[in-house]
Antibody, heavy 121, light 107 residues
Framework: EVQLVQSGAEVKKPGESLKISCKGS????????IGWVRQMPGKGLEWMGVIYPGDSDTRYNPSLQGQVTISADKSISTAYLQWSSLKASDTAMYYCVRRFSALQYFVGDYWGQGTLVTVSS | EIVMTQSPATLSVSPGERATLSCRAS??????LAWHQQKPGQPPRLLIYGASTRATGIPARFSGSGSGTEFTLTISSLQSEDFAIYYC??????????FGQGTKLEI
């Protein structure tokens, strides 16, 4: 069974750093793109970026580039999303999602359960 | 950036009735259009891709149509579990990949 299991909810202060994780199982982690999607409270879905764990090829949403870093450790089948200095506006639910292999471009077929990040002083 | 506009923002329908949700792209996306369903407290679930192909395990009451800039998701006979938020997504070479703002389907 394909599963993406994300790390738990986080409460942080502005200016702090954070790294959240997404562990894949039940499939060949290195052969599927993983994406990160942000959902701000009561809002819609927005791409943060995507990564191919096989070679760490990473692409970012141009409107968000520089605000986060996406990485992966294929030895432990885990992708990461990290911030060096959080802002209150980073408060959101973050989902990881696997790319559906039948399509040429990114549509997610399996989603993680989400990690709620709350940034507040 | 291709902007996806969904209408209406909220749709009120009774169980057993048909629901029709619309999604418009600011420029042609061919048939590179997916629909996702999201229930409260859950991640999205893929319903439709290629504008009209149901994903694995999706009931036949869900159907998608359209191409180019105009797309429709139809739910033929609403069940209680179908009340949720629905998002369309156009997918093209990165970074051209965007979601609509969602349609809330309520009783």
């Amino acid at each position: 069974e394909v599963q993406l299991v994300q790390s738990g909810a986080e409460v942080k202060k502005p200016g702090e750093s954070l790294k959240i994780s997404c562990k894949g199982s039940g499939y060949s982690f290195t052969n599927f793109w993983i994406g990160w999607v942000r959902q701000m409270p009561g809002k819609g879905l927005e791409w943060m970026g995507v990564i191919y764990p096989g070679d760490s090829d990473t692409r970012y949403n141009p409107s968000l580039q520089g605000q986060v870093t996406i990485s992966a450790d294929k030895s432990i089948s885990t992708a990461y999303l990290q911030w060096s200095s959080l802002k209150a506006s980073d408060t959101a639910m973050y989902y990881c999602v696997r790319r559906f292999s039948a399509l040429q471009y990114f549509v997610g077929d399996y989603w993680g359960q989400g990690t709620l990040v709350t940034v507040s002083s | 950036e291709i902007v996806m506009t969904q209408s209406p923002a909220t749709l009120s329908v009774s169980p057993g009735e048909r629901a029709t949700l619309s999604c418009r792209a600011s420029q042609s996306v061919s048939s590179n259009l997916a629909w996702h369903q999201q229930k409260p407290g859950q991640p999205p679930r893929l319903l439709i891709y290629g504008a009209s192909t149901r994903a694995t395990g999706i009931p036949a009451r869900f159907s998608g149509s359209g191409s180019g800039t105009e797309f429709t998701l139809t739910i033929s006979s609403l069940q209680s579990e179908d009340f949720a938020i629905y998002y369309c997504q156009q997918y093209n070479p990165w970074p051209s990949n965007t979601f609509g703002q969602g349609t809330k389907l309520e009783i």
